[in-house]
């Protein structure tokens, strides 16, 4: 495969395609789901939530709150939540440990509440399957995430906080975790996420005197560092769900309303190079390689393009399209190898060196017998595929190969001699004049 990467371009190209390549490229991935009556709206939305919680003080012994909530109107009923709770411990070296200088705040079982709030009816948990499983490790078969709700837990003014660490997964199907924050009133109480130097922040505070419009949500891997900073004011309620393997699909890149693309640490980086006056000075094309396999030459694969893009690939689409780039997903021609020890190879103009042969859009398996009763210019074979000579600057190169043309020849020596080709991320990027 050709390279081109100019000196201006080379550190800034070689940093986002490692990036990229990396898991710290979709290590976290969060949004808002806005509460309203109107189910008008295209957008996922969410009516008020009900908790209802085992309350050994009520009349009944059993006490309610309706989210969103004003401070000033429903104090009392966010003080006995409080008061019912426990204090939340952590663990370290296998125990639970009460420690309020490391952490304070408090906690409900599941066992002890209920809420009418599901992560699933939402789309909460298709995007995270989508966005985070690919890169969550060697799961053969898990497509799919299972939440399971964890607990209730509450910082609240002054001071409630939970200083840096890393969660210990309960099982081995454990891959992360999601924490959803109700609609209240509370300033503070940043949620940090970091891996491998990068960072996310998470701030969904609104402060009194403002209405709480949005039920927030995050996800991350289990062995993200995170911390929750201060609440200075209000209460900050939240649900967290351990997240596990499962078996199960997807069809959400590009098209997953719960999710802020600007919560994934990759749109930064990609940003902040686009900001860069020294990158792609005069524009271009930039390459990024699928690195996730798809039957990107068959029907069915080529309908399910690109919903079914995921991990890194679906943050990569997702972005470039955040940021009002055209991105397409293109086949790109291997001219350099031939399947079924065929011998048969298209020499290159050199014109052509540091170019690629790429086609004008993915399709099925092209045959041409073009020139087979005997010599055919390899450029003619070429135009029976579909496609023109690019000049790319490659992130990251792709590296799934599917047969998508064949050149069948007859006479003395009859036979097929097949190409492959790579599916890729092709995005045409705009002068730094025009960024």
């Given at each position: 495969m050709a390279s081109r990467k100019p000196e201006m371009i080379k550190d800034l190209s070689q940093e986002l395609g490692e990036f990229i390549k990396s898991k710290s490229s979709t290590f976290a991935c969060g949004g808002s789901i806005p509460v309203t009556h109107s189910s008008d709206s295209d957008r996922p939305s969410v009516g008020t939530i009900a908790l209802r919680w085992d309350s050994p003080n009520s009349t009944n012994g059993i006490s309610k709150l309706v989210f969103p909530i004003d401070n000033s109107k429903h104090?009392?009923?966010?003080?006995?939540?409080?008061?019912?709770?426990?204090?939340?411990?952590?663990?370290?070296?296998?125990?639970?440990?009460?420690?309020?200088?490391?952490?304070?705040a408090t906690k409900m079982d599941r066992s002890d509440f209920s809420v009418d709030f599901c992560p699933y009816e939402l789309g909460i948990i298709d995007t995270i399957a989508q966005m985070l499983l690919p890169n969550a490790g060697n799961h053969v078969g898990a497509q799919g995430v299972k939440a399971e709700l964890y607990k209730l837990n509450i910082y609240g003014a002054p001071s409630g906080f939970f200083k840096a660490h890393v969660d210990t997964p309960r099982s081995e199907t454990q891959f992360g975790s999601l924490v959803v924050s109700l609609p209240c009133q509370y300033v503070g109480g940043q949620l940090i996420v970091r891996h491998a130097g990068q960072s996310v922040v998470f701030d969904w505070g609104v402060p009194s005197g403002l209405d709480s419009k949005n039920v927030s949500w995050a996800a991350f891997y289990s062995d993200c560092e995170h911390e929750v900073s201060e609440v200075t004011e209000g209460h900050r309620i939240t649900l967290t769900y351990n997240l596990y393997y499962v078996p199960g699909v997807g069809d959400l890149a590009g098209n997953s309303p719960v999710m802020d693309v600007t919560t994934l640490a990759l749109y930064h980086k990609i940003n902040a190079a686009l900001g860069e006056s020294t990158f792609m000075t005069k524009g271009g094309y930039l390459g990024v390689g699928c690195q996730h396999a798809y039957a990107h030459s068959t029907?069915?694969?080529?309908?399910?393009?690109?919903?079914?893009?995921?991990?890194?690939?679906m943050a990569v689409y997702s972005v470039f399209k955040a940021l009002g780039l055209d991105v397409t997903i293109r086949p790109v021609l291997q001219l350099d190898e031939s399947g079924d020890g065929c011998s048969l190879v298209i020499s290159v103009n050199e014109d052509h060196l540091d170019e690629d042969f790429i086609g004008h859009s993915l399709s099925e398996l092209v045959i041409t017998e073009r020139g087979g009763n005997g010599d055919c210019p390899g450029q003619l074979i070429l135009n029976e595929f579909g496609g023109s000579w690019m000049s790319v600057n490659w992130l990251t190169y792709p590296v799934h190969d599917e047969y998508n043309l064949a050149h069948a020849t007859y006479g003395n020596e009859p036979g097929v001699n097949y190409f492959y080709s790579r599916a890729a991320l092709i995005v045409k990027v705009p002068s730094a004049g025009e960024r």
């Open positions: 104090g009392g009923n966010i003080t006995k939540l409080i008061a019912d709770c426990q204090p939340a411990s952590f663990g370290y070296k296998g125990e639970s440990v009460l420690d309020d200088t490391y952490r304070k029907p069915k694969g080529i309908s399910s393009l690109p919903g079914v893009l995921k991990g890194s690939d």
